[in-house]
T-cell receptor, first 111, second 113 residues
Framework: QQQVKQSPQSLIVQKGGISIINCAYENTAFDYFPWYQQFPGKGPALLIAIRPDVSEKKEGRFTISFNKSAKQFSLHIMDSQPGDSATYFCAASIAGQNFVFGPGTRLSVLP | DTEVTQTPKHLVMGMTNKKSLKCEQHMGHRAMYWYKQKAKKPPELMFVYSYEKLSINESVPSRFSPECPNSSLLNLHLHALQPEDSALYLC????????????FGPGTRLTVL
């Protein structure tokens, strides 16, 4: 029940395209859903986050869509750029304590 | 300033050594975390400190010993590690009850010979 599933495992997108990464969870007690971006050799950096009372949140080129009834949420990266090439992790937490991460998606944006 | 610093950046140690990892933040955050990350895997939670008290220990072997000397510092003491403990060790901190945002440090790359 603590697991967060994430797909796809890897994703190749052309420059200017839309990258879409999906996550699903089981535990309805989760109340915070962040997305992290990680470059090789670096720590994860928060991209954008959402709470279950909101269905969509947009920050620049990044949008989270949240479907509470389906227990799914997704990250959309519009106008993908080569600099977006990184590993992306979705995560979930309860009251900011136990953060559970998805297995990650390696995104490659081709120039 | 949203910086979490970690030292050292790299550490190589033998299985009989004792070493410590250090994490520091000056954002006034009262929750601090240790994670372990293996290559091509997500971070795995090890320990959580809340208001300088250990609140979560995810069944981590006793060869890893956390310490929170004050609200800005978090240490991870290492003793008698195994080669499979080689990984990137990440520290993170989180603000007060009004925010769940975690800020990660750059990590310490640990190699156990």
């Amino acid at each position: 029940q603590q697991q967060v599933k994430q797909s796809p495992q890897s994703l190749i997108v052309q420059k200017g395209g839309i990258s879409i990464i999906n996550c699903a969870y089981e535990n309805t007690a989760f109340d915070y859903f962040p997305w992290y971006q990680q470059f090789p050799g670096k720590g994860p950096a928060l991209l954008i986050a959402i709470r279950p009372d909101v269905s969509e949140k947009k920050e620049g080129r990044f949008t989270i869509s949240f479907n509470k009834s389906a227990k799914q949420f997704s990250l959309h990266i519009m106008d993908s750029q080569p600099g977006d090439s990184a590993t992306y992790f979705c995560a979930a937490s309860i009251a900011g304590q136990n953060f559970v991460f998805g297995p990650g998606t390696r995104l490659s944006v081709l120039p | 300033d949203t910086e979490v610093t970690q030292t050292p950046k790299h550490l190589v140690m033998g299985m009989t050594n004792k070493k410590s990892l250090k994490c520091e933040q000056h954002m006034g955050h009262r929750a601090m975390y240790w994670y372990k990350q293996k290559a091509k895997k997500p971070p795995e939670l090890m320990f959580v400190y809340s208001y300088e008290k250990l609140s979560i220990n995810e069944s981590v072997p006793s060869r890893f010993s956390p310490e929170c000397p004050n609200s800005s510092l978090l240490n991870l003491h290492l003793h008698a590690l195994q080669p499979e403990d080689s990984a990137l060790y990440l520290c993170a901190s989180r603000g007060g009850p009004a925010t769940d945002t975690q800020y990660f440090g750059p990590g310490t790359r640990l190699t156990v010979l």
